[in-house]
Each structure stands twice: as structure tokens, then as C-alpha cells.
């Protein structure tokens, strides 16, 4: 049998995906994960003759991508803000996409001041610990629903020893009796009408409790706005995570539970109207 090098047979791995319907480039990204590889490492090494155990872990890989598995679950990890997150199907994957909403938090907001900053919906925790590991004297506390997912978020916190208190608990209902200086969200807000256009990975294996929302996919900024009305300070400050189409209408519900503050819709480096931030 001819030799064959890592190149050939990822080249063939990814256009058999692509045949398949399936994201071909997705066989290469966990290849080079699995070696840990950097790309000038994939350039000096393609060439040469691949070892039987990379044969089978490529074999392995194939089959779970065409079984719709993210392939980050399949890594059990995912990089986000400097810093690797362990991910399991309880967990949202973090997207480059709520990196910018860290980005815009940290721009906004005071370096010098012990501020009280809450994260809801935490899931792996990677807003909280990313802003805690930038902003060591601030107190992040980091709320999640799901139990399944603040144990992961709380294994994150303990593996990377940044130092954020998680709370189990729906919303801010937990912290209605403190007050709160920064409420920063990627909350759930697709709305079930858009099940059928969403990617069958995500469908089939990311949690829906972290996905979806009723009122058009609105409800969870509603309950924000209701509970951020009652414990944020004066001059606090808001970060939301929005769905490309929901700006306005987001927009008009914090307007309404604060008149007196400013409301802006910001868009992502990709053009799209992505976060919502709310001051003055």
C-alpha cells in the first residue's frame, strides 16, 4: 500500500464531509486540536507519512461529524478570551461573537473600581472568569439555572484558580435584595419559530435551555429588565448578547424599564447588530 501523508488523507476526510453535506473544514480544526499543531507546525509536517493512530482518530472523528456532534464537545474544550473552557452538551459552546461583548464590558466600565458585576446564564462560566481574570477587583458573581452547567462553570473556575462566586438561580431573582454596579448577559433568545433554520449540530446537541425563549425569543430580556430595574445601581450599566434581528425591539424594553439611561445597539466585526448596551 502507498504511503500517504496527513495531507492527502485530511484533504479526502474533508471533501468526503463535504459530500456529505457536513462542514469539511471541521476535520482538519480537530486534527490539528488533537496534535496541538499550530498552523506553521501543519506546514512542516503535511507532507509527511501519517502514523496508523492519527489514521484512526481521523476514521473516529469522521464518524462523529457526521453524527451532527459539535466539534468542540468532541474536544471536551473551547478557547475563548485567553483562556480554554471545558464544554460538555450541558454547556453552550462560547462564539467569538460574545468575545466582543467581554471586549465592550471592559471597555466601558471603570479599571480602578471594586464594582459588583453579575453574569447570567453563565454556562461555562466564560464571561464571568474572563472579566474576573481582567478585573481582579471587581466581584463577579456568575448565575446559571442549570446545575449541570454551573458545575462545569465551577471546574472552569477551579482549573484556571480565578475566583468568582456561582449561584444557582433563575435571573437575578438571586440578587434582588443587593445591589449591582454591571448585569452582563448572552442569555437564550431564539425563538422556536427558528428551529429549522439553525445548524442540526446545534439543534441535536446544544442545550435548548440555553438556546431558546418564548415571546419570540424576548422573554429572557424582558425578565432582565424587570429584575435590573429593582437591585441595578443608579449609574449601572448593562451588556446584553442579541439575536442579529432583535436590536429594536430589545432595545425598547429596557427603554422602557429605564427612560433616563441611554440605549445603544452595537454591532459585531461582522456587521450585525450583536449587543445591547445600556448606561448613563
Given at each position: 500500500m502507498a504511503k500517504q501523508t496527513y495531507r492527502e488523507v485530511l484533504s479526502r476526510a474533508s471533501s468526503f464531509l463535504e459530500a456529505k453535506g457536513k462542514e469539511g473544514y471541521g476535520i482538519q480544526f480537530l486534527f490539528l486540536e488533537r496534535k496541538n499543531w499550530t498552523k506553521t507546525q501543519w506546514v512542516l509536517n503535511m507532507n509527511q507519512e501519517i502514523?496508523?493512530?492519527?489514521?484512526?482518530q481521523i476514521q473516529a472523528d469522521i464518524a462523529a461529524l457526521l453524527e451532527n456532534?459539535?466539534?468542540h464537545y468532541l474536544l471536551g474544550y473551547a478557547d475563548f478570551y485567553d483562556?480554554?473552557?471545558k464544554v460538555t452538551e450541558a454547556t453552550l459552546i462560547p462564539r467569538p461573537e460574545t468575545e466582543e461583548l467581554v471586549a465592550l464590558?471592559?471597555?466601558e466600565t471603570s479599571k480602578n473600581l471594586p464594582l459588583h458585576?453579575?453574569?447570567?446564564?453563565?454556562?461555562?462560566g466564560a464571561i464571568a472568569l474572563s472579566l474576573k481574570a481582567k478585573r481582579p477587583q471587581w466581584q463577579v458573581d456568575a448565575v446559571d439555572i442549570s446545575p449541570e452547567a454551573l458545575e462545569v462553570a465551577k471546574e472552569n473556575g477551579e482549573r484556571l484558580a480565578?475566583?468568582?462566586?456561582f449561584i444557582l438561580g433563575d435571573g437575578l431573582k438571586p440578587l434582588l435584595n443587593e445591589t449591582i454596579d454591571v448585569l452582563i448577559s448572552n442569555p437564550p433568545y431564539i425563538s422556536q419559530n427558528e428551529w429549522d433554520l439553525m445548524d442540526e449540530s446545534v439543534r441535536t446537541y446544544e442545550p435548548k435551555l440555553a438556546l431558546f425563549a418564548d415571546n419570540e425569543g424576548l422573554a429572557v430580556y424582558e425578565q432582565l429588565a424587570e429584575e435590573a430595574a429593582i437591585c441595578l445601581k443608579t449609574e449601572g450599566k448593562i451588556f446584553l448578547e442579541i439575536g442579529f434581528q432583535q436590536g429594536e425591539a430589545v432595545?425598547?424594553?429596557?427603554?422602557k424599564k429605564f427612560p433616563q439611561k441611554k440605549i445603544e445597539i452595537r454591532k459585531d466585526l461582522s456587521g450585525k447588530d450583536r449587543m445591547i448596551y445600556v448606561y448613563g
Open positions: 502514523s496508523e493512530a492519527d489514521q484512526q456532534i459539535p466539534p483562556h480554554r473552557f464590558c471592559l471597555q458585576v453579575v453574569d447570567v446564564g453563565t454556562g461555562t480565578i475566583a468568582v462566586t432595545r425598547q424594553i429596557f427603554q
